[in-house]
């Protein structure tokens, strides 16, 4: 079965060994249990918010349908200061997109939450106001359950993760670490059973 990413620095691994990723390691934990999933194509660069992972898309030689289709992104559009109305457009049109590559079908798109970078030293050093950065994401995350809900397609959160490891980062005091990475992979690991069983 093959396998699709689509995100930013979140789904790339910033920081990271390619095998700490957690897209890797899901497809490589996977295969340990017997399910024959290739490794991720990850289509993602740490930065991109939601309409550049679209404009690299168009970019891209996709050939669907995948069995899994795995999505996380907005952050950067947070971190820039774009509005909650402008992702929710944007998030509809990217999460389209990615059922369009699941071969349409929403019941192999998995999407994980945004976690919360509030909480790391970098954060806590860039003079902006932690408590506003959680409040806005958690808005953002509210938008994106809501869509990916209403459209069948998977939600997994692991935003309280990064809040409750706010030490499992890499050297930049931003990005997650291998580690942390592994708990997202265990949080969306029943999910994903399920989804590629049917």
């Not at 389209?96 to 790391?120: E, H, K, N, Y």
């Amino acid at each position: 079965m093959r396998y699709l990413a689509l995100g930013d620095s979140y789904s790339i691994g910033e920081g990271v060994p390619e095998a700490g990723r957690w897209p890797m390691q899901l497809a490589a934990r996977l295969r340990a249990e017997a399910v024959a999933l290739e490794d991720p194509w990850i289509v993602a660069t740490t930065g991109w918010t939601t309409d550049e992972l679209s404009a690299a898309m168009d970019a891209e030689a996709f050939a669907p349908p995948y069995d899994l289709v795995s999505l996380l992104i907005g952050v950067n559009n947070q971190y820039r200061g774009r509005s909650a109305e402008d992702y929710r457009g944007e998030f509809r049109r990217m999460l389209g997109r990615a059922i369009t590559l699941a071969g349409g079908q929403p019941g192999r798109v998995l999407v994980l939450s945004i976690p919360d970078w509030g909480v790391t030293p970098f954060a806590a050093s860039s003079g902006r106001h932690l408590g506003q950065i959680a409040r806005e994401l958690d808005v953002y995350n509210a938008i994106a359950a809501d869509k990916v809900k209403a459209s069948g397609a998977h939600w997994v959160d692991i935003t309280g993760i990064s809040r409750k490891h706010p030490e499992l980062l890499t050297d930049d005091g931003l990005h997650p670490s291998a580690t942390q990475y592994t708990l997202w992979m265990e949080a969306a690991l029943p999910t994903v059973r399920g989804m590629l069983a049917k």
